[in-house]
């Protein structure tokens, strides 16, 4: 079965940057569109940006716009999430996630993906 395994939060001060990596493992990486959500305390979970399983369509939520980049590695089984110019309002546990899609677009939907990863913290102060 997928495991996904994910690392690279922190705590940081606003404008910084961080970059989250996902281990895939179990499956074909480069047959499933891969995505990153994060969910704030007493808040819903949310798709923040996935990428399709080739890695040339991707979408992104209006708040991280400009500032997020989904990325993806197959040959070494890796899913990526640049953050910069993070905000407060960024604070929240990022999860990594595989679709359920096969198609050639990133999903937009969250019940487009059937599986997450334990989630690793990102904190932003001010």
């Known amino acids: 079965q997928v495991q996904l395994v994910e690392s690279g939060g922190g705590l940081v001060q606003a404008g910084a940057s961080l970059r989250l990596s996902c281990a895939v493992s179990?499956?074909?990486?480069?047959?499933?569109?891969m995505g990153w959500f994060r969910q704030a305390p007493g808040k819903d979970r949310e798709l923040v940006a996935s990428?399709?399983?080739?890695?040339?369509?991707?979408y992104y939520v209006d708040s991280v716009k400009g500032r997020f980049t989904i990325s993806r590695d197959n040959a070494k089984n890796t899913l990526y999430l640049q953050m910069n110019s993070l905000k407060p309002e960024d604070t929240a546990v990022y999860y990594c996630?595989?679709?359920?899609?096969?198609?050639?677009?990133?999903?937009?939907?969250?019940?487009?993906?059937?599986?997450w990863g334990q989630g690793t913290q990102v904190t932003v102060s001010t």
């Open positions: 996630a595989v679709a359920r899609t096969i198609g050639p677009i990133a999903p937009t939907q969250q019940a487009d993906f059937t599986s």
């Open positions: 179990g499956r074909t990486f480069s047959g499933r569109a």
């Open positions: 990428i399709n399983r080739s890695g040339d369509n991707t």
